[in-house]
């Protein structure tokens, strides 16, 4: 079974500066989505970032940027020049391409952003 | 546009009660998924739908849960009879098959407590 472990529960950041929040998976699959998501706490879900697997260029939204590492499956997201509003939970998720819809969600990495 | 809508926000209920969550996907969403979210299992998925039609239930915990989608802007999620054990933060999600792995779009999540 596919399973995704981010290996940092908590992580701090200085207002400005840069983060990288970790995160690796296991699948057996060639295609897939991965995808960031982000849970203030007011409990929404939100979508940061998404990468298709078969794409060997990182995705980049804004401040928020992925190193994809497709031999390693290692799919990390940096925060540059964080921002007070950035601190909340970060979710990264695979899917399958050609199966299953089926969202498979790491445990979460808590992000604090320090003023 | 509207995004997945939920309700109720909150549900705070005895053991036993019958509980009945609702979800309205976005519009022209063809895929509605249900998940849980517990601090000592994270997000599970429970169930999705493709077209109405239940794919993949396999999260489903036990008999006492069931979930319907009787048209395409409405599912339920139903547990009867509630226990303690079943107190968590229920999200629904929808998305739509399109090429590039089109992200899950969540609802704001019910809160549910069973006493």
């Known amino acids: 079974a596919q399973t995704v472990t981010q290996s940092q529960p908590e992580m701090s950041v200085q207002e400005a500066e840069t983060v990288t929040l970790s995160c690796t998976y296991d699948?057996?699959?060639?295609?897939?989505?991965l995808f960031w998501y982000k849970q203030p706490p007011s409990r929404q879900m939100i979508l940061v970032i998404r990468?298709?697997?078969?794409?060997?260029q990182n995705a980049t939204e804004n401040r928020f940027s992925v190193n994809f590492q497709k031999a390693a499956k290692s799919f990390s997201l940096k925060i540059s020049d964080s921002q007070l509003g950035d601190a909340a939970m970060y979710f990264c998720?695979?899917?399958?391409?050609?199966?299953?819809?089926?969202?498979?969600f790491g445990k979460g990495t808590k992000l604090t952003v320090n003023p | 546009d509207a995004g997945v809508i939920q309700s109720p926000r909150h549900e705070v209920t005895e053991m036993g009660q019958e509980v009945t969550l609702r979800c309205k996907p976005i519009s022209g969403h063809d895929y509605l998924f249900w998940y849980r979210q517990t601090m000592m299992r994270g997000l599970e998925l429970l169930i999705y739908?493709?077209?109405?039609?239940?794919i993949d239930d396999s999260g489903m915990p036990e008999d006492r849960f069931s979930a319907k989608m009787p048209n395409a802007s409405f599912s339920t999620l139903k547990i009867q009879p509630s226990e303690p054990r079943d107190s968590a933060v229920y999200f629904c999600?929808?998305?739509?098959w399109g090429q590039g792995g089109q992200p899950q779009h969540f609802g704001d999540g019910t809160r549910l407590s069973i006493l």
């Open positions: 999600a929808s998305s739509y």
């Open positions: 699948t057996s699959e060639s295609d897939y989505y």
């Open positions: 739908f493709n077209n109405n039609v239940p």
């Open positions: 998720a695979w899917r399958d391409q050609g199966g299953s819809e089926k969202l498979v």
């Open positions: 990468q298709e697997a078969y794409k060997q």
